[in-house]
């Protein structure tokens, strides 16, 4: 007898910043899609909420960082003046999910555990890296790549919501073995817990 698992809640994630660097730049917008998902299968049963949201920063290195990130999303400071996050708004997607599922979910995770350090307790699950994409014979990982050459859109936005719902279409899609890319994603396994570079920088000299 065969039982299949039960249904589970998934969470995609997309983060825009002031730039790279998760300790010196910070997040101006967020989007989060909440779904139901079969794990066994892969398939995305239902899109249950979805919600972005935008701040402005708040240190000079973020807001001197402001002019050259806004070449790449291109929202304008005007647009984040004035605004902050709902905390506890966001906090409550992170704590409602079995799973959360990012491109490069590393950049993400990093940016959003300065903020909410909470969101390490949840299963984060990289879908650029749980996935041999190169092997599939894409040319790599990135998202417009991918999004390409799947006949999804020849175009990126770098806005958060737009990227999680291309990046919901693309998870719809098969590998060779006829799976969805969600599956694979989910079965490749979660990332390990993130450790943020000062922490790590510590227990190296207490090694030494």
């Given at each position: ?155 990126q936005s770098h806005r958060a919501m737009d990227d999680i719902t291309y990046l919901m279409e693309l998870l719809k899609q098969t590998n060779p073995q006829g799976d969805p890319y969600l599956k694979e994603v989910h079965a490749y396994g979660h990332m390990r817990r ?15």
């Amino acid at each position: 007898m065969n039982v299949t698992q039960q249904n589970k809640l998934g969470l995609l994630v997309d983060v825009e910043t002031t730039g790279l660097g998760p300790a010196s730049d910070e997040i101006i917008e967020l989007a989060v899609k909440q779904f139901s998902f079969q794990p066994d299968t892969g398939e995305i049963l239902e899109i249950i909420d979805e919600d972005s949201f935008l701040r402005e920063p708040l240190s000079q290195t973020a807001r001197r960082n402001y002019n050259n990130a806004y070449q790449i999303h291109g929202i304008p400071f005007e647009l984040v003046e004035g605004k902050s996050f709902l905390d506890e708004k966001i906090k409550a997607y992170f704590n409602q999910t079995d799973a959360v599922f990012a491109h490069n979910a590393s950049f993400d995770r990093s940016f959003l555990y300065h903020m909410y350090p909470e969101i390490n307790d949840a299963k984060w699950y990289c879908t650029m890296r749980n996935v041999p994409w190169k092997s599939y014979g894409f040319a790599n990982g990135k998202l417009l790549t991918l999004l390409q050459s799947h006949n999804i859109t020849n175009y990126q936005s770098h806005r958060a919501m737009d990227d999680i719902t291309y990046l919901m279409e693309l998870l719809k899609q098969t590998n060779p073995q006829g799976d969805p890319y969600l599956k694979e994603v989910h079965a490749y396994g979660h990332m390990r817990r993130y450790q943020p570079a000062a922490k790590r920088e510590g227990w190296k000299k207490r090694k030494a």
